[in-house]
Each structure stands twice: as structure tokens, then as C-alpha cells.
């Protein structure tokens, strides 16, 4: 019996989906009770699930298909024309990597980025307590990416460590620097990071089809998708 074998899971009763609202969503979660071990979690990232807060999860929805896991083979990236602009247009930010933590720096970004950015999503209103049961978890993966101008915080990139790849957890950015488009820059150098380190894959979370918020991510070629169990390549 292999380690994910004896893994317990628990399905949630359906909810309204975030992404679409006509349907119903079913979310499965890893048992809460297992510790957060990378390996485990490097091995689920293979098979779909991503994390929120303290826990691994992935859709398990009856009737519908549309979340899609994605991954950059980040060896087979290449950066297209304006891919290659936003990394000029950011040649003057620093990025340097610190343990997850709650300062009012981080948090007044993250105010701004979604009260500017998701006012109509279900994370606004933001509080201090959502950000840190969302984001702040003292996981010996974890890492907060600060991205920096001359000192001045633009953008975190809340990002996993694993033995197969990184993990974009979610990223938060100074939404008055429209001309730097902060979050394709941070996708583009969390995959230059993803290099540096010797990794597979950057892991992005779910692509759906028909959601105008998750179109971004097909932008970045060759990219896996989660397809019948398996990883099929769009290029």
C-alpha cells in the first residue's frame, strides 16, 4: 500500500461555485488531521490539489468538469513578445524571499488589491483575520516573495516549495502600478525560479474555461493541463 493510500479525504456538501455561478461545487479535502508534509503534498500537486490556508484540496464536483489544473514546464517555457516587455518594464524590482508573517505592510496591500481588484468576489471584505487564515501559515515550505522598488513594497507572491515544483498560491499587488502588470510579472519570474532551483513545473491552480479571470493563465505556452488523470501538453 503506497503512503497516498492510507490518506483520508473528505468531501464538503455542494456549495454555489465562486467561478461559475450557475453551478454547484463539491470540494474534496485531505483529512486535516494529516500533517502538511511536502513529499505528500508534492505528490497530490501531481494529481491536482493545490492549498488554501492549512489545507490540500481539489474539486470533486458531480456534474462538472470546467477546473482544470495547470502547470508550466518551466524547461519548455518560452517568454512571448509581451511577456518579454513586462520583464523589461520590471528590470527595477528586487525580489527577495521571507517566512509567511502578518505585518501591516503586507496587509494594507492586500486591502488594496482587493478592494480595488475583487470587490466582487468572496474574499471582500478583507480582514486581518481572512489574510492570515488564508495566507499567513508558518509551513517550513511557504514563502512570501517580496517584489520591491527602491524599497517600496508592489507585490507578494504567496509561493510553495516542493521537491516537483513551486506552487503559486496566490499573489497580491499594488493595483496603481497598472503599466507593470504585476501579476504576469510575478508568474514570469516565479518561473525563471522555478529553473534556477532545478524544478519541473510551476503550478498555477485551476484554469477555467469559461471564466474571464482565469483566461491569463493559456498565456503562458507550453502549458499541462490535468486532462482524464493525466497531463496533456498545449503548446
Not at 7 to 22: G, R, V
Not at 158 to 163: A, G, I, R, S
Not at 189 to 216: D, F, P
Request: glycine share 4%; aromatic share 14%.
Amino acid at each position: 500500500m503506497t503512503e497516498l493510500a492510507r490518506l483520508k479525504f473528505y468531501a464538503t456538501q455542494p456549495h454555489p461555485c465562486s467561478y461559475l455561478p450557475e453551478e454547484q461545487a463539491t470540494t474534496l479535502f485531505l483529512d486535516p488531521s494529516q500533517p502538511m508534509d511536502a513529499d505528500v503534498y508534492a505528490e497530490l500537486s501531481e494529481m491536482g490539489f493545490r492549498r488554501s490556508g492549512d489545507h490540500l484540496y481539489r474539486p470533486h464536483c458531480q456534474h462538472c468538469m470546467a477546473c482544470v489544473p495547470a502547470r508550466i514546464p518551466v524547461a519548455q517555457f518560452k517568454a512571448n513578445r509581451q511577456q518579454r516587455r513586462i520583464l523589461k518594464r520590471n528590470l527595477d524590482v528586487q525580489v527577495r524571499a521571507v517566512r509567511p508573517a502578518f505585518n501591516e505592510e503586507y496587509y494594507g496591500l492586500y486591502v488594496r488589491y482587493i478592494e480595488q481588484r475583487h470587490a466582487d468576489g468572496d474574499m471582500y471584505p478583507p480582514s486581518r483575520e481572512q489574510f492570515s487564515t488564508f495566507l499567513v501559515r508558518d509551513l517550513p515550505f511557504s514563502r512570501f516573495y517580496e517584489f520591491r522598488q527602491n524599497g517600496r513594497l508592489l507585490a507578494i507572491a504567496v509561493t510553495d516549495v516542493l521537491p516537483n515544483g513551486l506552487s503559486a498560491v496566490y499573489t497580491f499587488y499594488d493595483p496603481s502600478e497598472e503599466r507593470r502588470s504585476l501579476g504576469r510579472f510575478a508568474i514570469l519570474w516565479q518561473v525563471a525560479e522555478t529553473a534556477r532551483l532545478g524544478l519541473h513545473a510551476l503550478y498555477l491552480g485551476y484554469w477555467i474555461k469559461n471564466c474571464r479571470k482565469m483566461s491569463y493563465k493559456t498565456q503562458y505556452r507550453p502549458i499541462e493541463l490535468f486532462v482524464n488523470q493525466r497531463w496533456v501538453t498545449l503548446t
